[in-house]
């Protein structure tokens, strides 16, 4: 039997129109796929006080030039070079002997004015020697008295003394050398290491703008501990010792727009070092409702914007851009564009663009927000 071609068509049309609507059933009957899943943070405005890092240099406490006040020629020395000394400690002796002899001629010359001052002060009673010569007298006696302290003290001054305590440098005089009290080279120098200076400097405009939040309420002071300051040393140790604001400079250097900033440190160990490079870390003022975010959750754009994307109400991701003025630990401090409750993506954000729909869940990349404090007060920027 042979069928005819109108009817072959027919019957090819027919199945393929089944066919196609059998696909279309099947492609209605297949589940959307679920949105995808992101961590998220909700913040939570939290006190956090602020610090301050800035570069520094340790200066000595003290530092005394050991000089003769005499002429002579130096007998000894008496102390070890990089010893430690103690103020009054004996450090050179030079020779005494034209001194002594000259305190003993002085001794002699005040007996001798002194007893002719008190027979004369006896005989003035009975009129056996005039006004005139007991004054005289009596003048003599002082000049005399006078004459043997200036001995005396040139005796004492061929004992060169430690004038403070600390440590002594190398002696630039050895024992037969000739010293003289005009000269102007110092026998040896004495630091005193403990305690000891940093000076740190701050730029104006730096102090200007901390200033200006202080006195807008936007920072509060940071209390009795405001004045306390750490430091890190050259190779990157923290300093075990805290140290205190002593005073600011009240001019500004021209040259550099910076004010100094001195504060003192115990050294009991002689660990710092006049001229040594150090950060010192102050504590600047206290933000009451601080913002901070993990750094996970904050990006940057082409521009360098620091962004962020968070999830709305509706489960639906928001870009927002951010003004970020530091960063704290693990976290940014940041100053405008998130507020409190807002929820930020910290995992998943390779997946996700702003307008997607999103499953959020609690992120697992990051502190709870009750131990951040903690972790930047670890990173020396937190409370």
């Known amino acids: 039997m042979q069928f005819k071609p109108a009817v072959t068509a027919l019957v090819s049309a027919v199945a393929l129109a089944t066919l196609l609507s059998g696909c279309k059933k099947e492609e209605a009957a297949a589940p959307a796929p679920p949105p995808p899943q992101v961590g998220v943070v909700t913040l939570h405005p939290q006190s956090y006080?602020?610090?301050?890092?800035?570069?520094?240099?340790?200066?000595?406490?003290?530092?005394?030039?050991?000089?003769?006040?005499?002429?002579?020629?130096?007998?000894?020395?008496?102390?070890?070079?990089?010893?430690?000394?103690?103020?009054?400690?004996?450090?050179?002796?030079?020779?005494?002997?034209?001194?002594?002899?000259?305190?003993?001629?002085?001794?002699?010359?005040?007996?001798?004015?002194?007893?002719?001052?008190?027979?004369?002060?006896?005989?003035?009673?009975?009129?056996?020697?005039?006004?005139?010569?007991y004054d005289n007298a009596r003048s003599t006696q002082l000049q005399a008295e006078s004459t043997l302290r200036n001995a005396q003290i040139n005796v004492r001054y061929t004992k060169v003394l430690a004038p403070i305590s600390g440590r002594i440098g190398r002696s630039a005089v050895t024992e037969g050398a000739l010293v003289s009290d005009a000269q102007t080279t110092a026998m040896a120098t004495i630091t005193q290491l403990d305690p000891i200076y940093v000076d740190v400097t701050q730029s104006s405009a730096d102090l200007l703008k901390l200033r200006s939040a202080l006195a807008s309420g936007q920072l509060q002071k940071a209390g009795d501990n405001a004045a306390k300051i750490k430091l890190t040393l050259e190779d990157g140790s923290a300093y075990g010792q805290e140290g205190t604001l002593e005073f600011q400079e009240v001019s500004v250097d021209p040259t550099t727009g910076s004010v100094t900033l001195r504060a003192k440190f115990a050294n009991p160990d002689h660990q710092l070092l006049p001229g040594m490079f150090v950060h010192a870390k102050l504590q600047t003022g206290v933000a009451a409702k601080a913002i901070l975010v993990p750094q996970q959750g904050v990006t940057h754009d082409i521009k360098g914007q620091p962004t962020a994307l968070i999830v709305n109400k509706d489960n639906k991701v928001e870009q927002r851009s951010l003004t970020a003025s530091r960063t704290a630990g693990n976290d940014w401090l940041v100053d405008s564009g998130l507020n409190e409750g807002d929820r930020v993506i910290t995992e998943g954000l390779q997946y996700v663009k702003p307008g997607a729909q999103v499953n959020p869940t609690e992120a697992t990349n990051v502190q709870k927000a009750d131990a951040a404090p903690a972790a930047a007060n670890a990173s020396g920027q937190g409370k």
């Open 49 to 133: 006080t602020l610090t301050t890092e800035l570069p520094g240099r340790t200066t000595a406490f003290r530092v005394a030039e050991v000089r003769p006040q005499v002429n002579g020629i130096i007998l000894k020395r008496l102390f070890t070079e990089g010893a430690d000394v103690k103020a009054g400690q004996q450090l050179y002796q030079i020779d005494p002997a034209t001194y002594e002899a000259t305190q003993a001629s002085a001794e002699a010359n005040l007996a001798s004015a002194k007893s002719l001052a008190d027979r004369y002060k006896q005989l003035i009673s009975e009129q056996a020697v005039s006004r005139q010569e």
